[in-house]
Nanobody, 110 residues
Framework: QVQLVESGGGLVQPGGSLRLSCECS????????MHWYRQLPGKGLEWIGQ?????MYSDSLKGRFTIYRDDVKNTLYLQMDNLKPEDTGIYYC??????RGQGTQVTVSS
């Protein structure tokens, strides 16, 4: 059974950092392109980036967000630095173009 479970979201002040995790089971993450998406309030789903052999990022988020994975733990990560209030939203991990987790809420506010 394929499962993706995000965690690590929460409330952070502007300029702060968070690391999101996506624990995966039922498949091996290094065999797939793994993506991070986010849904901002009142907007559609936004692609953040992906990792296969190398990570790739949305141009608008490159430099603040870093995607990496731990193949031993079969876990995907999203390191987010210098967070801004406009980064507030629900963050999802996704396997290729199919399975997606339930999401984790990130709120950036003072």
């Amino acid at each position: 059974q394929v499962q993706l479970v995000e965690s690590g979201g929460g409330l952070v002040q502007p300029g702060g950092s968070l690391r999101l995790s996506c624990e995966c089971s039922g498949f091996i993450i290094r065999e797939y392109y793994m993506h991070w998406y986010r849904q901002l309030p009142g907007k559609g789903l936004e692609w953040i980036g992906q990792i296969g052999s190398v990570p790739m990022y949305s141009d608008s988020l490159k430099g603040r967000f870093t995607i990496y994975r731990d193949d031993v733990k079969n876990t995907l990560y999203l390191q987010m630095d210098n967070l801004k209030p406009e980064d507030t939203g629900i963050y999802y991990c996704q396997r290729a173009h199919t399975d997606r987790g339930q999401g984790t809420q990130v709120t950036v506010s003072s």
